[in-house]
Structures are given as C-alpha cells and as structure tokens.
C-alpha cells in the first residue's frame, strides 16, 4: 500500500504558499525532497515516473512547486527565493514523515538549488543530495562556475548524468567532483541526454534507463541509511 496525498506549505513570507505531493510507500526507507527542473513542475511525466519508480523500491518521495510554476510564470523566481524554498520544503517534508530518513535534490534546476542551499546552511535531517541531472552551465558555455558551490556541501552526494547532456560536459564535472569532499558519487549513463532519453541505435529504451537510474538512487539512497 502507497499512501499519496496533496499539500501546500509556505514557502516564503514574500511569495505564499506552493503545493507539494508526498507519496509513500508501506515500509518506507527514505523521503527524497524532490524538486522540479526550470521548465516543468512536479506534476511532469518524469517526476511522476521518477516518483512511481522510487516507491516500487521503498523510497518515498515529496514533490514540490516553486513559487513560480505554482504561478503559472515561466520563468524561475531570482536564486535566494528558491533557495529558501528548498529549506521551507525540507522541513515540511520532515514534519508530515517524521522518523524517515532524507535525501534531497531534484531535476536539474531542482538539484542545483537543492545543493546552493545545503551549501549555504546544512539542510536539517538530509543526509546526501541526489541530481538527476545536474545543470553545470548552459548549452554550449562550458563552464564549471555554476558548481563551485558544490565544494561547500559536505555532504555525500550522487550525480547521474548521460553522456549527451548539453548542460552538463563530464570532461569539467569530473574534475570539479574529485576536488569535492566526501567523495561524490558519479554515475555516467551512456548516450542520455539531459532528460534521459536514448537514442534507438543505444539498444535502450527510455523507460529501461530511467528503471536503472532509479535503482541506482535506491542502492545509494539505502546505502546512507
């Protein structure tokens, strides 16, 4: 039996409530803080099918709007307001599944926020972050500027990230891991893009990548619990 149900929280004092989904699952390992990538919120097929994934192994999940998605806006509120939204998050998923361990990150946009803030202040209760896909620079202005802040964490982290990632090039995120302390973990897919779609000529299908993304989450996520 999986228990989901829909909620709102205040994510600032300036912008109001957003609205959140926690799903879990009997027998729950872990909570994973799931927040959405720049041009989606949580209610895309991939968080869905992320969220369904993680549940079938234990994990439960708690998907969140940022103030802007949850008005309707496309374009992201400025970096300190959704930063301090992840922390408003954190603690709201900790209030409604006390006892679970957490994980925190999210898609993209979503993770790097995540890792600002746990940057900034420790996230209480997080035990690692988790990116599905990490956005290290835009398309085409390789830069490893945006993951500076990474070095600040402290925490262990894991980073799945496809071969064909616009905004990710490994020849600078791998570098930029191996100075970060604990050691983070990098899990390379190969032929993924940045939404984890594979070509046909990889002998893959979509969904058989997100299963094995999924799966590695879940060996990591249980392995810090």
Request: aromatic share 8%; proline share 7%; net charge neutral.
């Amino acid at each position: 039996m999986t228990r989901v149900s829909e909620h709102s929280f205040l994510a600032t004092n300036s912008s109001g409530d957003v609205s959140a989904i926690l799903t879990v699952p009997d027998a729950a390992k872990g909570l994973y803080v799931f927040a959405h990538g720049a041009g989606a919120g949580m209610r895309h097929r991939f968080m869905e099918a992320v969220a369904d994934r993680l549940v079938a192994r234990a994990i439960g999940t708690f998907r969140y709007q940022f103030p802007y998605m949850e008005a309707g806006r496309k374009g992201p509120n400025p970096a300190p307001l959704l930063v301090k939204t992840v922390r408003s998050a954190v603690a709201e998923a900790a209030r409604l599944a006390p006892g679970l361990p957490l994980a925190a990150g999210g898609k993209s946009m979503g993770g790097r926020m995540t890792s600002t803030a746990a940057a900034a202040e420790p996230l209480p209760g997080v035990r690692g972050l988790a990116f599905f896909g990490f956005p290290l620079h835009a398309p085409g202005r390789d830069s490893s500027e945006r993951g500076a802040h990474l070095a600040d964490v402290g925490l262990p982290m894991l980073f799945l990230q496809g071969t064909r990632d616009k905004l990710a090039n490994l020849e600078l995120l791998r570098p930029l891991l191996a100075s970060v302390a604990p050691s983070p973990t990098l899990t390379v897919i190969e032929d993924a893009d940045h939404s984890f779609h594979v070509p046909k000529r990889s002998g893959r299908t979509d969904d058989e990548v997100l299963d094995d993304v999924c799966g590695t989450f879940a060996d990591w996520f249980v392995g810090l619990t």
